[in-house]
């Protein structure tokens, strides 16, 4: 069965940082587009980094860029958010996703994947 677990979220400051960790089973890594999408109160929910299993590279929204890595761990099957420079619009619940056939060629993140974990929430705030 495949899961999605994510861990990391809290309440920081703005301009701080926070990873976020996503402990995945059931399935493996390389076989899956891997995605994590946030969804934040009154918008729109938006894909904001991601991994492509066709090309192997990694895409972030123009909203992160620059702020946000997103990575694997293969041995460990965990998928990880590294959050640097937060700033209060980045507040939101944060999931963590893949699809074994989603094809992610650049052009930014999709925000619809087949599977997802529970989310966890993030909130930036002074």
């Known amino acids: 069965q495949l899961q999605l677990v994510e861990s990391g979220g809290g309440l920081v400051q703005p301009g701080g940082s926070l990873r976020l960790s996503c402990a995945t089973s059931g399935f493996t890594l390389d076989d899956y587009a891997i995605g994590w999408v946030r969804q934040a109160p009154g918008k729109e929910r938006e894909g904001v980094s991601c991994?492509?299993?066709?090309?192997?590279?990694?895409y972030s929204a123009d909203s992160v860029k620059g702020r946000f890595t997103i990575s694997k761990d293969d041995a460990t099957n965990t998928v990880y958010l590294q959050m640097n420079s937060l700033k209060p619009e980045d507040t939101g619940v944060y999931y963590c996703?893949?699809?074994?056939?989603?094809?992610?060629?650049?052009?930014?993140?999709?925000?619809?994947?087949?599977?997802w974990g529970q989310g966890t929430q993030v909130t930036v705030s002074s």
């Open positions: 996703a893949a699809d074994e056939y989603l094809v992610i060629l650049g052009g930014g993140c999709p925000r619809a994947y087949d599977y």
């Open positions: 991994i492509s299993k066709t090309d192997g590279n990694t």
